[in-house]
């Protein structure tokens, strides 16, 4: 059974780097036909798409975002990594990662689902 | 703003059947994919493409798609289905994806 699971710190200062990491156990990161991805959840809001990576490195990001996003990959240690820059308390949120599935170019998900992770922006 | 639109909020009485529509242009290009949310939990992945449901999702949830609006039809809910529930599809701009701003389901 695929299993995601994030880590990385609770507590960001403003201005700061956020900096996540997914680990990936169950199967492999370089499995052919499927994406990592993150997205995050605003405390009482919505869920937010924030981008995703596939394990050769090619990515996807939010246009919201992508000033100020990387993502990326070690397929060594089947990993992906979040780092996001500049914090405001706007980025407090819970952050989830995911595997996005592609059943052809008309269908897509996130089928399976790390935990999720709660950090906060605050001095 | 979201480019997935979504009904903020939805009751249905315990054993009827409730639709949650997801609206947006891109629907008329690509499926969408429906998220189950409940509180303090990860959401999980409920239906994708036409109308499939992973393994251990109840067939009284499906999915539908017209023109540019999708749907979630819950056919004899129960209280285990009061939840927030999000669409989520690939957007018209290219590479860019977007989930919908959610609607809670309340189950009476």
């Known amino acids: 059974q695929l299993q995601l699971q994030e880590s990385g710190p609770g507590l960001v200062k403003p201005s700061e780097t956020l900096s996540l990491t997914c680990t990936v156990s169950g199967g492999s990161i370089s499995s052919s036909g499927f994406y990592w991805g993150w997205i995050r959840q605003p405390p009482g809001k919505g869920l937010e798409w924030i981008g995703h990576i596939y394990y050769s490195g090619s990515t996807y990001y939010s246009p919201s975002l992508e000033s100020r996003v990387t993502v990326s990959v070690d397929t060594s240690k089947n990993q992906f990594s979040l780092k996001l820059s500049s914090v405001t308390a706007a980025d407090t949120a819970v952050y989830y990662c995911?595997?996005?599935?592609?059943?052809?170019?008309?269908?897509?998900?996130?089928?399976?689902w790390g935990q999720g992770i709660l950090v906060t922006v605050s001095s | 703003s979201s480019e997935l639109t979504q009904d903020p909020a939805v009751s249905v009485a315990l054993g009827q059947t409730v639709r949650i529509t997801c609206q947006g242009d891109?629907?008329?290009?690509?499926?969408a994919s429906w998220y189950q949310q409940k509180p303090g939990q990860a959401p999980i992945l409920v239906i994708y493409?036409?109308?499939n449901r992973p393994s251990g999702i109840p067939d009284r949830l499906s999915g539908s798609s017209s023109g540019d609006t999708a749907s979630l039809t819950i056919t004899g809910a129960q209280a285990e289905d009061e939840a927030d529930y999000y669409c989520y599809s690939r957007d018209n701009r290219g590479n860019h994806r977007v989930f919908g701003g959610g609607t809670k389901l309340t189950v009476l």
């Open positions: 995911a595997r996005r599935s592609v059943t052809n170019l008309w269908i897509e998900y996130f089928d399976y």
């Open positions: 891109s629907l008329r290009n690509y499926f």
């Open positions: 493409g036409k109308n």
